[in-house]
C-alpha cells in the first residue's frame, strides 16, 4: 500500500501481468472466465461512515464471496495496525480469517478494494494456483481480481496529488487500466462510469492504449505500416537464412515445420497464450484457449 509515499507507474510487470491473464484462461477455462461476466456493482459494495465498521466489512467481503463464486467460505475481518493494506491466513477453510489496516478504519470507501484482492488469494489457493514467488503470486491475484470483475475497485482506490498519493495492490495503476480494458474489449463492459477517482480514469485511458496497442502487432491484419514493413523483413530473413529470429522486442517467431511451409508463433491479443499458423498470406486463425478469432496476414 502506497500512503503518501511515490507511486510507480508504467508497466514493469507488463509480462507477468500477460502470463496471469493466460494462466486463468488455462485453468479456468473459457466457460469459466466467463461466469464473471458482471463486474462487482458499486451499490454491493457500498459503506458509508454511518455503518457498523465491523457488521458492514463482513457484508463486503460476502460480497466478495458471492461474486468469486466462493458459497461455501465464510470470510472474519478484523482490524489491526500493519504495514501492508490486508493480510489472509490461507487455512483449509471453510473460515478465512482476513485482516484489514486499521487505515481502513477511517478510509471504509476503500475496504472493497482490499477485499477483493484477499478474497482472491483465497480462490487462486483453492484453485492451488500461483506463480514461483510472491511477487508473481501478488501480481497474478492483483490481475485475477480486476480480470474477474472485482478489481476496478483496486484501481479506484488510486488518488494522487500535489501533497498525497494512496494507491492499493501490487500493480502500478497503468496496468490496472489494462488489465481492466482487456477484460472491458472481452465483455463489452466500460469501468469507468464507476470510478470516483479522476487519476483512475487517466490510468483506464492508458491502460486501453496499451490493450489497443496488443490487437495492432504483426501478423494481424490491424497492424500498422510500420509494424507490417519490418515484419516483411524478418520474414524474408527467416525464409533465406532458416533461422527463427527475429531478434528481442518483437512478438513473434519464425520457425521451419519439417519440411513443411515457414510458420509464425505470436501471442493471441486476448489472453496471450502463443498461435502458430502456416505463413501463407491472409490467414484466420482461432485462438483454442480464448476461442478468438483473427484475422492474419503471414
Not at 464471496?65 to 461455501?72: A, K, M, T
Not at 508463433?265 to 485462438?287: E, L, W
Amino acid at each position: 500500500m502506497a500512503n503518501g509515499g511515490p507511486v510507480e507507474h508504467g508497466y514493469p510487470h507488463l509480462d507477468t501481468v500477460r502470463a496471469s491473464i493466460t494462466a486463468l484462461y488455462k485453468r479456468l477455462s473459457y466457460d469459466t472466465v466467463h461466469t464473471f461476466a458482471t463486474s462487482v456493482a458499486p451499490a454491493d459494495v457500498a459503506f458509508s461512515d454511518t455503518d457498523d465498521l465491523h457488521l458492514g466489512a463482513q457484508r463486503v467481503a460476502q460480497e466478495m464471496v458471492r461474486h468469486y463464486h466462493l458459497p461455501d467460505a465464510r470470510m472474519i475481518v478484523g482490524f489491526r495496525e500493519m504495514t501492508h493494506a490486508a493480510n489472509v491466513e490461507l487455512a483449509a477453510g471453510p473460515e478465512y480469517f482476513i485482516e484489514l489496516n486499521d487505515r481502513f478504519r477511517t478510509h471504509r470507501r476503500d475496504i472493497g478494494a482490499a477485499l477483493a484482492h484477499e478474497v482472491m488469494h483465497v480462490y487462486l489457493h483453492r484453485l492451488g494456483l500461483d506463480f514461483p514467488g510472491t511477487r508473481d503470486t501478488e501480481i497474478l491475484t492483483d490481475t485475477a481480481a480486476t480480470y474477474l470483475g472485482a478489481g476496478w475497485l483496486l484501481l479506484d482506490a488510486f488518488r494522487e496529488d500535489a501533497d498525497s498519493s494512496q494507491k492499493l495492490g501490487y500493480l502500478t495503476p497503468e496496468e490496472f487500466g489494462y488489465v481492466l480494458a482487456k477484460r472491458a474489449l472481452v465483455f463489452g463492459e466500460d469501468p469507468s462510469i464507476w470510478f470516483t477517482s479522476p487519476q483512475a480514469y487517466t490510468a483506464y485511458t492508458k491502460g486501453m492504449a496499451q490493450a489497443h496497442h496488443d490487437e495492432r502487432q504483426p501478423p494481424l491484419t490491424a497492424a500498422g505500416w510500420a509494424g507490417r514493413h519490418r515484419y516483411a523483413k524478418d520474414r524474408r530473413y527467416a525464409q533465406d537464412h532458416h533461422t527463427p529470429g527475429p531478434g528481442p522486442g518483437v512478438p513473434y517467431t519464425f520457425t521451419p515445420d519439417g519440411r513443411g511451409p515457414l510458420r509464425v508463433s505470436f501471442p493471441c491479443p486476448t489472453c496471450h497464450q502463443r498461435i502458430r499458423v502456416p505463413v501463407r498470406g491472409r490467414v484466420r486463425a482461432r485462438c483454442a484457449l480464448c476461442r478468438t478469432v483473427l484475422e492474419c496476414d503471414t
